[in-house]
Structures are given as structure tokens and as C-alpha cells.
């Protein structure tokens, strides 16, 4: 579809694929094959080689926004697509942290200044609580990255993030999503700053193919099928092969980052460390473990299409609709695929151009009782960490916390320990059963 807008109107292609950034495995990130580009421009995609410091979202962002530029100055239309919507978001929305930009550093020359960023995520929790309990109490203790990057905030800025969250509320309204700390956009945003921007970067037009999960599900397994059909297996061995010869080399690898969590790689690692290692298994026993892999794949992806879903329903729709711009995202229906030129390229094309004109924007390809269930947000409850000592639990909303006393878990930890050789001695046990008629056991 975007690349048929693209030829349309003068177009040119951004890619918001966290994954299709890395060169190589075409397979296993699902790029667009060379000839279907159409010759058509496209923009931060294979840019980024498996050695380098993964991207941040801010990295992204300051890049995007500078290709955004000067795709417009020379009078052509850029089209962003992808499928990490993490990335998207914060390219929309503007959201300034502090006055200015923060530090822009690697990973590894931030952990060298600052030595707490590489330090265990209980240690880094331990140290946010010292400087910003306020701050500290609104992550879950094993969410390594929202600790790590609130640190981040205080130790570039010298600043607590819960003073300046404060002031961003009082200057642009406690009601806006895209100033509020809890706001997604507001994580990692390190791209050019202008605090007299509206909260939206752009004056955007969104464009959402939406399908039925059932059928979106069925649709990702034979997707994956035709990968395995393509040589994913192949790819990822060859994935395998770098990883190895950069740990021979004495090259540490972050597996939790950048290409290497790309969906294939992890669910197929058995299945080459078995292949190299052992000699005892069979064909047959490969096939196997294969097929689990396979299956891992599947699962995976499906896990990842229904996350992508849940947010827009939660975060960005919940955004556009706080800022009056709702009617900003169109719905096409892309859930049968022969009707797709009717559904989607048709429709995204009559909507493209209603807005490139100045005119209304028309309604999607979705029937209108679809349209109106899945384009209402969905609100996000207030976060706040809250520890259950008898549990060794930590519960994140003041829902899980009210219901928390009624699960089995709480009230099994929460009984006084028994002992169960006091009341069921083993006299007492040949007693009752003596009054029962049973006779008691003389061994």
C-alpha cells in the first residue's frame, strides 16, 4: 500500500521497523523484496550494521525527523511505515523532558560515565529510590529499561524526573497524554526539541490496516511457513555463525537488544547448537526440534500482532483523542485479502487525497459498527508499585491490588504453618480408623 501511495503522490518511504533497520535477514524481519520498492525511495532501512550500538528510540527519532525535513523541502510526501509502534509514536508526538536536549551517548560510554546504568536492575531500582522515590514507584522492580532510563533523566540532567514531569504538567495541562510521564513518547525522546511545538510533531494523516485476529493469526502461520519455505532456517544459522565468531573473538554480545531479538533467532537456537554439538541425534530427532522451533515462531508472532493491536487501542489512540486529532486515524480493512485493492489501496488512495487537498477526510473501508468499537481507546489505569510482603509480589495497579487478598496465592501464604504431625499423629490416625470399623495396622 505504501508504496503504491508513494508512486502516487510523490512519495518517499521511511521505515519505522525497529528490526528492518539492521542489514541482512530480509527473512527473518520480513522486508520488502528489492523489486517491489518500485524503485521507490526508502529511508532508514538497512542502515545499521549488526556490530554497531543498537538504536534508541531517540536516535531514531532525531534521524527521522531530519529525513522528514528534506523529503518536504524538495517537494515530495513522506510516507512512515513499520511496525514498531514504540518508534511511531514518539515521532508523532513532541515531548521535551527538560529544557534543551539530554546527552546523546551510547549505551556503553553511558555505563562507563556512569557506572550505576550497567549495574544489576535491583541495584539501579535501589539507587532511583534514594534520589526520586516518587519516580521509583512507578516501575515494576524488573523493568530494567523505565528504571534505567529514569536514572538516566537525573544523572544528564541533574534533575529528579519527578520535578520535571511536574513542571510539563503545569505548563501544558495535566490533561495532556503526550506531556504525561506515563506517556510512552516521553520514555526516550532525545530527537530535536521545541518546547513551543504542539504536542503533535506533524499534521498527520494515519492510516491503520486493521484484520480480524482470528484471521491475522491464521494468516501470520502460513507467513511463517513460507519463511521457513524462503530459507529462514539457513538465515539464522548464519546469525549463529556471527554470534559465535564475535564471542570467539572475545566480543561480548547483548542478545536483549538490536537484531538479536529479531522473532526467529531465539525459537531456532536449539535446533543449530544441537546441530553442531551433537552427533547421536538422528534426522528424525533434528525434524523435531525443528518443528518445536517452528511452532515457537508462530506463537511468537502472533503474541507480537496482538501487542501491536493493544497499542494503539491503548496508547495511541488514547493520545490522538486527548489532543482532538481522533479523526486523524483512518481504519481500512484488510482482513480478506481479495478484496485488498478495494479495501485498502483503494481506499487509503481516495483518503490520501482528500487530505493532500484540504478536504474532508472520509471515512475507511471498515463497516461502521467495527469502525466505531476498535477506534474508542482504551484507558490505561494509574500506575503505582505496590509490594506484598507475604508474597514476595510486586502489583502495579490499585485493581490487581484490591484483588490481590482474594487470590489462592495470598490466601494460601497467608496461613499460619501447621503441624500436621501434631494433629494427625500416627496413633491418632489407627484410632479413628479403629472407630470406623478398620482394623489397625500391627506392622
Not at 538516566?152 to 503526550?178: H, M, W
Request: glycine share 6%.
Amino acid at each position: 500500500m505504501a508504496v503504491a501511495l508513494a508512486e502516487k503522490y510523490n512519495g518517499e518511504i521511511i521505515n519505522g521497523d525497529a528490526l528492518q533497520m539492521y542489514e541482512g535477514l530480509p527473512i527473518a524481519t520480513n522486508k520488502l523484496p528489492l523489486p517491489d520498492r518500485k524503485s521507490i525511495r526508502h529511508h532508514l532501512l538497512e542502515c545499521v550494521k549488526w556490530d554497531e550500538d543498537p538504536w534508541t528510540v531517540g536516535k531514531y527519532v532525531a534521524a527521522a525527523t531530519v529525513i522528514i525535513r528534506d523529503i518536504v523541502a524538495r517537494g515530495k510526501l513522506p510516507i512512515v511505515v513499520g511496525g514498531t509502534h514504540y518508534y511511531m509514536q514518539s515521532l508523532l508526538f513532541e515531548c521535551s523532558l527538560v529544557n534543551g536536549k539530554l546527552e546523546h551517548r551510547t549505551a556503553q560510554e553511558q555505563e562507563t560515565k556512569w557506572p550505576i546504568l550497567a549495574a544489576p536492575t535491583r541495584d539501579m531500582l535501589d539507587e532511583l529510590r534514594a534520589v526520586d522515590p516518587q519516580d521509583a514507584a512507578r516501575w515494576h522492580p524488573n523493568d530494567r529499561r523505565k528504571i534505567r532510563h529514569s536514572l538516566e533523566v537525573y544523572l544528564t540532567s541533574g534533575r529528579i524526573p519527578s520535578d520535571i514531569y511536574s513542571e510539563q504538567r503545569a505548563k501544558n495541562g495535566a490533561g495532556s497524554a503526550i506531556r504525561n510521564p506515563d506517556h510512552p513518547a516521553c520514555e526516550l525522546s532525545r530527537g530535536p526539541i521545541d518546547d513551543a511545538a504542539s504536542p503533535l510533531r506533524y499534521d498527520p494523516l494515519i492510516l491503520w490496516i486493521y484484520a480480524d485476529l482470528n484471521e491475522l493469526s491464521a494468516r501470520l502461520n502460513h507467513r511463517v511457513d513460507d519463511m521457513i519455505r524462503a530459507g529462514l532456517v539457513e538465515e539464522v544459522k548464519s546469525m549463529q555463525q556471527v554470534l559465535k565468531e564475535r564471542e570467539s573473538s572475545g566480543t561480548a554480545v547483548n542478545q536483549r537488544s538490536g537484531i538479536w531479538v529479531a522473532i526467529g533467532f531465539k525459537e531456532l537456537l536449539a535446533l543449530h547448537v544441537l546441530d553442531s554439538c551433537s552427533t547421536d541425534l538422528g534426522k528424525g530427532d533434528l525434524e523435531k526440534v525443528q518443528a518445536q522451533g517452528i511452532e515457537q515462531i508462530k506463537i511468537a508472532s502472533r503474541q507480537y500482532a496482538r501487542q501491536q493491536h493493544r497499542w494503539i487501542r491503548s496508547k495511541l489512540l488514547q493520545a490522538l483523542e486527548e489532543h482532538k486529532a481522533l479523526e486523524r486515524m483512518v481504519s481500512l480493512d484488510g482482513t480478506e485479502l481479495s478484496l485488498w485493492h478495494q479495501n485498502v489501496e483503494a481506499t487509503s488512495s481516495r483518503v490520501v487525497s482528500a487530505f493532500l487537498n484540504g478536504d474532508a477526510i472520509p471515512r475507511g473501508s471498515m463497516m461502521p459498527d467495527v469502525e466505531s468499537e476498535i477506534l474508542v481507546p482504551r484507558t490505561k489505569p494509574k500506575i503505582k508499585a505496590r509490594y506484598c510482603e507475604i508474597c514476595d509480589m510486586t502489583l502495579m495497579t490499585q485493581g490487581e491490588w484490591n484483588a490481590h487478598p482474594k487470590s489462592k496465592k495470598h490466601r494460601r501464604a497467608s496461613r499460619t504453618p501447621t503441624d500436621r504431625q501434631v494433629l494427625y499423629s500416627k496413633n491418632s490416625a489407627q484410632e479413628t480408623l479403629s472407630q470406623a470399623g478398620f482394623a489397625p495396622d500391627k506392622r
